[in-house]
């Protein structure tokens, strides 16, 4: 067996290992970039970025050495629970005004609909500072997770606001994990199949509480409680990846085809809880799962590139019977595609496939690449909405949104596309 295909068998058998089913972390879309092309970043990680999705990636060509600072955040709302809770605030002030929509029928119907399974709010967020010098990258990383479900109390009052003292409450759980670490990317035996890894230390901040919704108690918990009770502890965490440039080993194959796999958190640190969840009948230890996934990318014109991610497992999430498995597809369109200067514009789509109903969220943005200078930004918006009565006005509300910005000064490298550290051309050079 040559290099190559030896090299080639060892993707595939990490790809199947990678594959059992597991329960993972929900994959949070970091960075414009890969956020804009659907959420697909595995195969086409470029740049101090690649410790996200691929730290494979770090030894790619087109990755100068410099730094990076991104930022970015996505809140979803799901199920029902938009509805429920307009329709209990809705039905809060019409009880207090005794307003005829004021029956227990209206009331029972709007408690029904908050507190459907899968129902909640969850939102992620995330911030890097990464400077990468050739194949090695050392960074601060931070995602921040907050989950929101709905307890609902059936148990109306009496009187004239039967809501009064009605428990329903939301439930807060999370964690703020900040990341110090350190990454390397190596080509194997110049076979066009390469690895890397993370090691990190992890700082993980978890927060619990429980919020009255439909009380008129104003001391019945608060997102400031959430992060006051708080437990800090820190644990280790590795990431592994591994990416192979088909063509470079099969020189036939079309498009520069590329795939790739990372494992994120793969020793699965597990933090520990606060004192008011334990007491709430919380975990132990809260698990920052491992999450797997895997990507492919193909380049049919020299300034056209596409790609696609899937995770491997289904990944919990902070609301109780809520799941998530994102097929992200996007694309990448190099306008001028020169070293000096280049303005991509990417667009995509995502899809959860753990959840039906969900409907698709379109995916789109921008950069603007000007010698050594690099702007960019992603946005993301669900095109399933839920219509809610404010003020006697109808609004349309998506249920997923998100955005991220990066800036970046890198050297001696551009982002335009997957050339791999052997080949004899720099992009700096030649266009891609």
Not at 76 to 99: D, H, P, R
Not at 201 to 220: C, E, F, H, L, P
Not at 369 to 383: F, K
Request: proline fraction near 4%; hydrophobic fraction near 40%.
């Amino acid at each position: 067996m040559t290099k190559k295909a030896l090299a080639a068998s060892l993707f595939c058998a990490a790809l199947l290992a990678a594959a059992q089913p597991a329960l993972a972390t929900p994959w949070h879309d970091f960075g414009p970039r890969a956020m804009a092309m659907g959420g697909a970043g595995v195969a086409v990680a470029q740049g101090p970025d690649a410790v996200f999705y691929n730290p494979a990636a770090l030894m790619r060509l087109d990755n100068g050495s410099g730094f990076a600072v991104t930022v970015g955040g996505r809140g979803e709302f799901t199920g029902s629970v938009l509805q429920g809770a307009n329709n209990i605030n809705a039905l809060n002030k019409a009880c207090q005004n005794s307003e005829a929509s004021c029956t227990n029928a209206n009331i029972t119907e709007a408690l029904d609909q908050l507190g459907q399974p899968g129902n909640g709010a969850q939102v992620d967020a995330g911030a890097a500072v990464t400077f990468k010098f050739k194949r090695l990258a050392f960074f601060a990383l931070n995602e921040t997770y907050i989950g929101a479900n709905p307890i609902v109390d059936r148990t109306l009052g009496v009187g004239v606001n039967q809501l009064t003292n009605n428990q329903s409450k939301l439930v807060l759980r999370g964690g703020m994990f900040t990341e110090f670490g350190v990454g390397y990317g190596h080509e194997l035996w110049n076979s066009g199949v390469s690895v890397g890894g993370n090691l990190k230390g992890i700082v993980g901040k978890i927060g619990y509480n429980q919020i009255t919704v439909a009380s008129k108690d104003s001391g019945s918990g608060s997102f400031g409680d959430f992060k006051d009770t708080a437990k800090t502890s820190i644990q280790p965490g590795v990431d592994l990846g591994i990416l192979w440039d088909v063509a470079k080993t099969y020189e036939s194959a079309p498009w520069h085809p590329t795939l790739g796999m990372v494992g994120r958190n793969i020793n699965c640190p597990k933090f520990s809880q606060p004192d008011i969840a334990k007491a709430a009948g919380e975990r132990e230890k809260f698990s920052l799962n491992g999450q797997v996934r895997a990507g492919a990318s193909l380049t049919p014109l020299n300034f056209w590139h596409l790609a696609a991610d899937l995770d491997l497992a289904e990944n919990t999430s902070y609301i109780d019977s809520y799941k998530s498995r994102y097929l992200s597809l996007g694309t990448e369109l190099n306008v001028f595609n020169r070293s000096w200067i280049n303005i991509p514009l990417r667009f995509g789509i995502q899809k959860n496939l753990s959840d039906t109903g969900s409907g698709l969220a379109w995916t789109g943005g921008v950069g603007f690449n000007l010698a050594h200078v690099m702007i960019d930004l992603g946005g993301q918006i669900s095109a399933k909405r839920t219509t809610l009565q404010s003020e006697g006005k109808n609004e349309r509300v998506p249920n997923n949104f998100a955005g991220a910005a990066r800036f970046a000064i890198l050297f001696g490298g551009s982002e335009k596309g997957p050339v791999l550290a052997t080949e004899e051309v720099a992009p700096s050079t030649k266009p891609q």
